[in-house]
């Protein structure tokens, strides 16, 4: 590539160093190509027009810095918000593998206003900025490192985008500077991700309306102080940020940890003359335990160091946070230090400062906080550890000559520790301060610092590392490679599409992210006691007298009570994807505003989790959806609704996926619910809705309302549906019905369900089949309380035939929790219906009150093969009979001819005794041609349980006797039957 010669203008504001080939060519060159090449070091501010920029070397631009005299501050400085670097009519911009680029940067075509996207930008080295990275191009390939940092934006628009084996960084390096600090004598400011929560200081405890405290007592309650992780601090008023009202406040704070022995603490001592007068006693209690980090590399450390002020100390408590960084690739740690200088400070100089950057909070200036360890760093080396060893009689001696402490005095406050936020900074005495910006100060993620954005028709992210502190948006077209090596960020915005047959956003969104984040509650205190020190003196005359003396004993506690969290949730703010195929997420992460999946099919395998304040996701989430699998949790505070505008083909809930949202509805043409998946509904109730509803598989439903299930032909084989247990009240006043709208067939498939109601079971339906005779239905009703039950089976009389494709019940259980109550068991239509049940199980009133509680119509029938009372308090013959022969008795019949009542000829045909004790029993049956029967076994003909031990299949063209394989019976008793499924 030819080189031209250096051209350079002078410039009114900054000193521009050109060494090497780096060059300016006028904009009056006309009709030839214009390169500008750097093989060497640039540093300044240079104007560039050239159409091809290349950078081999170093290359730095420097930014100003604006001074100017504030009455009240003196000299104060302040960064110019200037505008990004950017070369003029440059169209191809390229920074080889040995090119290090430092500052802000606009890498775009620019024109005389305005600015279009470049041809081509090509990064293989190193791109570093202060504020601003920006990147516009047809052709973007960053194969090398874009590194915005934390304080700065990366923004990244072009046609086609790869990111092949490249880094890209906008968020926290270790050299970060936090800035804040105290300056003058009654101000300070914040490092950066310090929020003020309350603050005080005060004199016993108590502070008064004009803020001088009054009141009496201990300050600090050290009368169960034996140990270091059992003491709390009295009562102390505290002004809150925010409310600015007075509240009471105790450390360690009750809302996070209310077992206060079990809070796991350190202990520093640093103490002067123990023996003597003018004793000084110095302790810092600071927490050690925090939650255990998803990554177990993750962690932090915590320390407490002394720094020597004449005969008192100053305590520094440091906590460290280790996490592994993706972009570094390496672990790296950032620093909080606490600095308290309580008992250095004179008491009359103890007050509160004011905060520059929000001046309606404070913070007692005897506190110091530091969030950037070159700072802290020739205090903390020069500070020693304590210097004493811990003992219970450290602040309970028994030569203690008080037990009122005197000159009680405190200082509480508390800070927030966050991530970084939007700020802008100005230099006071050389202090670089953090001011919140007022355009930004919504806190939005897109406003806040640490943010990067990725717009690209196609878009390669293959092998790629990217980290955003705070907020990361992709818009791509086409997405290739859409499993970076990695990707770290605490809030996404996503809008995806592919023309593939599956668009899978899989190790796009990261789980859980490290953050330095939590609360720190600090509090610090002085008192005044005395030590008892007798002395014995002898006269001349020998005469022994003892003089009691009383030296001084000063006391400085410091707590630090500091909840840390390792691991936050990632949050999607939006996500939107598109595909004309199938859309599958494999990420879990938190909703926190709008989800579209635009596909016909769409897999659900990740958690997602959906914060307060979410839409309802119905139809409008899914536009041309047709399936919908969810194999994971998918758990949301508004509702779920799907089917309801749009016919849908199948919905798949399975995998132990766990759906939950305040209100439910599902509909579509084929519904599954298997491999023990469970819904449930925090506010209102559930409905589903389909052609072939198969809720099976030891599935779970567990509504808090009213529950409707409408199908053609309905399978609960293996399902637990309760509407009991979730309601968190025994017998509440506000019941939930069931109800079952069947079109033609409901039945349990030889499994069983377990049905609990609150309020009664509606069956609706004519003509159905299928039988829940391995089913058992609890009804649960309320005292004074008219619980109504509908059932749809016809009345086919007292035969044991009519057990069979009836709707016929394994178990029904009435518990009622007492009388006055009333239960009504009625048809769904005219004519006679009947409930045929094989175990009738009474409980509650019910039993104690069998004769008053039920309601039956004259065309209604209760058949029971068995009834159970729960404390024996009834008979059979007690029910058989009753409310003018409305329940009605059929027995089992225990022959071989019927074998418990199936109405199929059965016989035994061998029967065998073993040594052991053991038998074995085979059976036979006269079989019908194609027709599948089940043999099923009990050992209590009373329990209304039967187990499935075997099949018969008549696989010929006519009626057949055949066998079964033998059976072991291992118990005294056994009763087997045979029915036609």
Same mark, same amino acid.
Request: proline letters at 4%; hydrophobic letters at 40%.
């Given at each position: 590539?030819?080189?031209?010669?250096?051209?350079?203008?002078?410039?009114?504001?900054?000193?521009?160093?050109?060494?090497?080939?780096?060059?300016?060519?006028?904009s009056?060159?006309?009709?030839?190509?214009?390169?500008?090449?750097?093989?060497?070091?640039?540093?300044?501010?240079?104007e560039?027009?050239?159409?091809?920029?290349?950078?081999?070397?170093?290359?730095?631009?420097?930014?100003?810095?604006?001074?100017?005299n504030?009455?009240?501050?003196?000299?104060?400085?302040?960064?110019?918000d200037?505008?990004?670097?950017?070369?003029?009519?440059? $169209?191809?911009?390229?920074?080889?593998p040995?090119?290090?680029m430092?500052?802000?940067?606009?890498? =775009?075509?620019?024109?005389?206003?305005?600015?279009?996207?470049?041809?081509?930008?090509?990064?293989?080295?190193?791109?570093?900025?202060?504020?601003?990275?920006?990147?516009s191009?047809?052709?973007?390939?960053?194969?090398?490192v874009?590194?915005?940092?934390?304080?700065?934006?990366?923004?990244?628009?072009?046609?086609?985008?790869?990111? $092949?084996?490249?880094?890209?960084?906008?968020?926290?390096?270790?050299d970060?500077?936090?800035?804040?600090?105290?300056?003058?004598?009654?101000?300070?400011?914040?490092?950066?991700?310090?929020?003020?929560?309350?603050?005080?200081?005060g004199?016993?405890?108590?502070?008064a309306?004009?803020?001088?405290?009054?009141?009496?007592?201990?300050?600090?309650?050290?009368?169960?102080?034996?140990i270091?992780?059992?003491?709390?601090?009295?009562?102390?008023?505290?002004?809150?940020a925010?409310?600015l009202?007075?509240?009471?406040?105790?450390?360690?704070?009750p809302?996070?940890?209310?077992?206060?022995?079990a809070?796991?603490?350190?202990?520093?001592?640093?103490?002067?003359?123990?023996?003597?007068?003018?004793?000084?006693?110095?302790? %810092?209690?600071?927490?050690?335990?925090?939650?255990?980090?998803?990554?177990?590399?993750?962690?932090?450390?915590?320390?407490?160091?002394?720094?020597g002020?004449?005969?008192?100390?100053?305590?520094? %408590?440091n906590? *460290?946070?280790?996490?592994?960084?993706?972009?570094?690739?390496?672990?790296?740690?950032?620093d909080?230090?606490?600095?308290?200088r309580?008992?250095?400070?004179?008491?009359t100089?103890?007050?509160?400062?004011?905060?520059?950057?929000?001046?309606?909070?404070?913070?007692?200036?005897?506190?110091?906080?530091?969030?950037?360890?070159?700072?802290?760093?020739?205090?903390?080396?020069?500070?020693?550890?304590?210097?004493?060893?811990?003992?219970?009689?450290?602040?309970?001696n028994?030569?203690?000559? =008080?037990?009122?402490?005197?000159?009680?005095?405190?200082?509480?406050?508390?800070?927030?520790?966050?991530?970084?936020?939007?700020?802008?900074?100005?230099?006071?005495?050389?202090?670089?301060?953090? %001011?919140?910006?007022?355009?930004?100060?919504?806190?939005?993620?897109?406003?806040?610092?640490?943010?990067?954005?990725?717009?690209?028709?196609?878009?390669?992210?293959t092998?790629?590392?990217?980290?955003?502190?705070?907020?990361?948006?992709?818009?791509?077209?086409?997405?290739?490679?859409?499993?970076?090596?990695?990707?770290?960020?605490?809030?996404?915005?996503?809008?995806?599409?592919?023309?593939e047959?599956?668009?899978?956003?899989?190790?796009?969104?990261?789980?859980?992210?490290?953050?330095f984040?939590?609360?720190v509650?600090l509090?610090t205190?002085?008192?005044?006691?005395?030590? $008892?020190q007798?002395?014995?003196n002898?006269?001349?005359?020998?005469?022994?007298?003892?003089?009691?003396?009383?030296?001084?004993?000063?006391?400085?506690?410091?707590?630090?009570?500091p909840?840390?969290?390792?691991?936050?949730?990632s949050?999607?703010? *939006?996500?939107?994807?598109?595909?004309?195929?199938?859309?599958?997420?494999?990420?879990?992460?938190?909703?926190?505003e709008?989800?579209?999946?635009?596909?016909?099919e769409?897999?659900?395998y990740?958690?997602?989790?959906?914060?307060?304040?979410?839409?309802?996701?119905?139809?409008?989430?899914?536009?041309?959806?047709?399936?919908?699998?969810?194999?994971?949790?998918?758990?949301?505070?508004?509702?779920?609704r799907?089917?309801?505008?749009?016919?849908?083909?199948?919905? !798949?809930?399975?995998?132990?996926?766990?759906?939950?949202?305040?209100?439910?509805?599902?509909?579509?043409?084929?519904?599954?619910?298997?491999?023990?998946?469970?819904?449930?509904?925090?506010?209102?109730?559930? +409905?589903?809705?389909?052609?072939?509803?198969?809720?099976?598989?030891?599935?779970?439903?567990?509504?808090?309302?009213?529950?409707?299930?409408?199908?053609?032909d309905?399978?609960?084989?293996?399902?637990?549906?309760? !509407?009991? +247990?979730?309601?968190?009240?025994?017998?509440p006043?506000v019941?939930?019905p069931?109800?079952?709208?069947?079109?033609?067939?409901?039945?349990?498939?030889?499994?069983?369900?377990?049905?609990t109601?609150?309020?009664?079971?509606?069956?609706?339906?004519?003509?159905?089949?299928?039988?829940?005779s391995?089913?058992?239905?609890?009804?649960?009703?309320?005292?004074?309380?008219?619980?109504?039950?509908?059932?749809?089976?016809?009345?086919n009389?007292?035969?044991?035939?009519?057990?069979?494709?009836?709707?016929?019940v394994?178990?029904?259980?009435?518990?009622?929790?007492?009388?006055?109550?009333?239960?009504?068991?009625?048809g &769904?239509?005219?004519?006679?219906?009947?409930l045929?049940?094989?175990?009738?199980?009474?409980?509650?009133?019910?039993?104690?009150?069998?004769a008053?509680?039920?309601?039956?119509?004259?065309?209604?029938?209760?058949?029971?093969?068995?009834?159970?009372?729960?404390?024996?308090l009834?008979?059979?013959?007690?029910?058989?009979?009753?409310?003018?022969?409305?329940?009605?008795?059929?027995?089992?019949?225990?022959?071989?001819?019927?074998?418990?009542?199936?109405?199929?000829? %059965?016989?035994?045909?061998?029967?065998?005794?073993? =040594?052991?004790?053991?038998?074995s029993?085979?059976?036979?049956?006269?079989?019908?041609?194609?027709?599948?029967?089940?043999?099923?076994?009990?050992?209590?003909?009373?329990?209304?349980?039967? &187990?499935?031990?075997g099949?018969?299949?008549?696989?010929?063209?006519?009626?057949?006797?055949?066998?079964?394989?033998?059976? !072991?019976?291992d118990?005294?008793?056994?009763?087997?039957?045979?029915?036609?499924?």
């Open positions: 590539m030819p080189k031209s010669h250096n051209c350079m203008k002078p410039l009114s504001l900054f000193a521009a160093l050109v060494i090497g080939t780096g060059i300016f060519l006028p009056g060159s006309q009709g030839q190509s214009i390169n500008y090449v750097n093989d060497n070091v640039v540093i300044g501010r240079p560039i027009v050239a159409d091809t920029f290349s950078n081999l070397g170093y290359f730095e631009i420097a930014n100003a810095t604006n001074v100017f504030d009455p009240d501050f003196g000299s104060i400085g302040s960064t110019e200037m505008p990004p670097f950017a070369p003029f009519g440059t $169209t191809h911009f390229t920074n080889g040995s090119g290090r430092i500052g802000d940067f606009r890498f =775009a075509t620019k024109n005389e206003t305005t600015f279009e996207p470049a041809e081509h930008f090509l990064n293989d080295g190193l791109i570093e900025s202060f504020n601003h990275l920006l990147i191009a047809d052709l973007i390939e960053n194969h090398g874009l590194n915005a940092g934390s304080s700065s934006r990366l923004e990244i628009r072009g046609n086609t985008v790869d990111f $092949t084996f490249g880094k890209l960084n906008a968020s926290q390096s270790e970060f500077i936090f800035g804040g600090g105290a300056f003058g004598l009654t101000n300070y400011a914040n490092p950066i991700g310090i929020r003020d929560r309350y603050w005080a200081v004199t016993n405890q108590v502070l309306g004009d803020g001088t405290g009054q009141g009496t007592g201990r300050v600090f309650d050290h009368s169960n102080y034996l270091p992780t059992n003491f709390l601090t009295a009562p102390h008023d505290v002004v809150f925010g409310t009202q007075t509240n009471t406040v105790l450390l360690p704070t809302f996070f940890a209310p077992d206060f022995t809070a796991d603490f350190g202990v520093s001592v640093q103490t002067n003359a123990l023996e003597g007068t003018n004793a000084i006693i110095q302790l %810092v209690y600071f927490r050690t335990n925090f939650p255990q980090a998803v990554d177990t590399n993750t962690s932090i450390n915590a320390e407490t160091r002394w720094v002020v004449n005969d008192f100390s100053f305590p520094i %408590v906590y *460290q946070y280790n996490s592994f960084n993706n972009f570094e690739d390496d672990f790296t740690s950032q909080l230090f606490i600095f308290d309580f008992q250095v400070v004179e008491g100089n103890r007050f509160l400062l004011t905060n520059f950057s929000e001046p309606v909070n404070s913070r007692p200036n005897t506190y110091d906080i530091i969030r950037d360890r070159s700072t802290a760093e020739p205090v903390w080396d020069s500070a020693v550890a304590g210097n004493t060893t811990f003992t219970n009689t450290l602040l309970i028994p030569s203690l000559a =008080a037990t009122v402490v005197s000159n009680s005095v405190y200082a509480a406050y508390s800070f927030e520790l966050t991530p970084p936020e939007p700020t802008r900074f100005i230099f006071i005495g050389g202090i670089r301060i953090p %001011v919140s910006d007022p355009v930004s100060d919504s806190r939005h993620p897109t406003n806040m610092v640490g943010r990067m954005l990725i717009e690209a028709e196609t878009l390669d992210l092998a790629s590392r990217i980290r955003a502190e705070n907020y990361l948006k992709i818009q791509a077209d086409k997405v290739i490679g859409s499993s970076p090596a990695s990707v770290d960020s605490l809030r996404y915005d996503l809008t995806l599409s592919n023309d047959d599956v668009l899978s956003i899989t190790n796009l969104v990261r789980d859980t992210v490290s953050r984040s939590g609360q509650g509090y205190t002085t008192w005044t006691n005395q030590i $008892t007798l002395s014995t002898v006269d001349e005359a020998g005469t022994e007298t003892i003089t009691t003396n009383f030296a001084d004993a000063y006391y400085h506690v410091f707590v630090v009570d909840i840390f969290q390792t691991d936050q949730n949050e999607i703010m *939006q996500l939107t994807a598109t595909n004309g195929k199938k859309i599958q997420i494999g990420d879990n992460f938190v909703l926190n709008n989800i579209t999946l635009d596909a016909p769409v897999e659900l990740g958690r997602i989790t959906g914060r307060r304040g979410v839409p309802l996701i119905d139809d409008l989430a899914f536009p041309s959806l047709q399936k919908i699998g969810i194999f994971n949790t998918l758990s949301l505070v508004d509702g779920l799907l089917g309801q505008n749009r016919d849908l083909t199948s919905i !798949t809930i399975g995998g132990a996926a766990a759906v939950s949202a305040s209100s439910m509805s599902l509909k579509a043409e084929t519904l599954e619910l298997k491999e023990a998946a469970t819904l449930s509904t925090s506010f209102a109730g559930i +409905s589903i809705e389909g052609n072939t509803l198969n809720l099976t598989d030891g599935s779970t439903i567990t509504p808090l309302g009213v529950t409707i299930i409408t199908g053609q309905i399978n609960i084989g293996g399902l637990t549906l309760d !509407t009991f +247990s979730s309601i968190m009240d025994d017998f006043d019941v939930l069931l109800t079952i709208n069947v079109g033609s067939t409901l039945h349990d498939d030889g499994i069983g369900a377990m049905i109601t609150s309020a009664g079971i509606h069956v609706n339906g004519s003509g159905l089949q299928g039988d829940l391995f089913s058992t239905i609890t009804s649960m009703i309320p005292k004074f309380r008219q619980t109504i039950h509908s059932w749809p089976a016809m009345d009389g007292a035969s044991a035939s009519a057990f069979n494709n009836n709707l016929a394994g178990t029904f259980e009435f518990n009622v929790a007492g009388a006055p109550s009333r239960v009504i068991i009625r &769904t239509s005219e004519g006679n219906h009947a045929y049940v094989n175990n009738l199980v009474l409980s509650g009133a019910a039993e104690t009150s069998f008053e509680v039920f309601s039956i119509p004259d065309n209604f029938r209760i058949y029971f093969q068995n009834v159970t009372s729960a404390n024996g009834l008979m059979l013959e007690d029910v058989n009979g009753a409310y003018d022969g409305k329940f009605v008795h059929v027995p089992v019949v225990a022959d071989d001819q019927t074998a418990g009542g199936s109405g199929i000829p %059965v016989s035994i045909v061998t029967e065998t005794l073993a =040594a052991d004790g053991s038998q029993v085979t059976l036979q049956v006269q079989a019908q041609p194609g027709v599948t029967y089940i043999i099923e076994q009990t050992t209590d003909l009373s329990s209304g349980i039967w &187990t499935p031990v099949t018969i299949i008549n696989q010929g063209s006519t009626t057949a006797s055949l066998s079964s394989q033998p059976f !072991t019976v118990t005294d008793q056994a009763f087997f039957r045979i029915r036609g499924n």
